[in-house]
T-cell receptor
Framework: QKEVEQNSGPLSVPEGAIASLNCTYS??????FFWYRQYSGKSPELIMS????GDKEDGRFTAQLNKASQYVSLLIRDSQPSDSATYLC???????????FGKGTTLSVSS | GAGVSQSPSNKVTEKGKDVELRCDPI?????LYWYRQSLGQGLEFLIY????????KSGLPSDRFSAERTGGSVSTLTIQRTQQEDSAVYLC??????????????FGSGTRLTVV
């Protein structure tokens, strides 16, 4: 059974700083990786996907993947209070039929 | 529709009663998922439907849980003889792609189930 591990936090950063969120996964065959954002009381929304080693940038968000180390991270530059949420890392299960989610890291950005 | 629609948004039921939760996926989406999220817990996969293929039921926690998808569209998750540990937010998601784990998927707003 695959496992996806995230530090639950909370991770607290001041407005304008870089927030770094990390995720490790237990097997080496995963090909796609996702970051979801979940505001309190809301459902998760997809914010980033990454498939290849290296970095992928989308606006203030950068996803970083290192398959050899089984590690994926999300960097949020110029953090805003509106970024305060729980960030969920997800990878496909072994059958490739569903995503397995980590328990999420709670980010708090103070103004 | 414009998004994944779930109903009801909230459901309070007495222990031992049966409940039905409904999901209407985005029009044209062939893949449909049910997850549940308990307080302080992560998202737990329950069941996956893809087109007319047999569903992947590997995540259903007990035989009290069942789901069906009619006409390749609307899905109903049924929980029989509800227990207090069934209290959670039940989330439905859908995807347009044959390999939704390659592209991620879109969640509905969820049904908050409380068993008293």
């Amino acid at each position: 059974q695959k496992e996806v591990e995230q530090n639950s936090g909370p991770l607290s950063v001041p407005e304008g700083a870089i927030a770094s969120l990390n995720c490790t996964y237990s097997d080496r065959v995963s090909q796609s990786f996702f970051w979801y954002r979940q505001y309190s009381g809301k459902s998760p929304e997809l914010i980033m996907s990454i498939y290849s080693n290296g970095d992928k940038e989308d606006g203030r968000f950068t996803a970083q993947l290192n398959k050899a180390s089984q590690y994926v991270s999300l960097l949020i530059r110029d953090s805003q209070p509106s970024d305060s949420a729980t960030y969920l890392c997800a990878v496909p299960n072994q059958a490739g039929t569903a995503l397995i989610f980590g328990k999420g890291t709670t980010l708090s950005v103070s103004s | 529709g414009a998004g994944v629609s779930q109903s009801p948004s909230n459901k309070v039921t007495e222990k031992g009663k049966d409940v039905e939760l409904r999901c209407d996926p985005i029009s044209g989406h062939t893949a449909l998922y049910w997850y549940r999220q308990s307080l302080g817990q992560g998202l737990e996969f329950l069941i996956y439907f893809q087109g007319n293929s047999a569903p992947d039921k590997s995540g259903l926690p007990s035989d009290r849980f069942s789901a069906e998808r009619t006409g390749g569209s609307v899905s109903t998750l049924t929980i029989q003889r509800t227990q207090q540990e069934d209290s959670a937010v039940y989330l439905c998601a859908s995807s347009a792609y044959h390999s939704p784990t390659g592209y991620g998927y879109t969640f509905g707003s969820g049904t908050r189930l409380t068993v008293v």
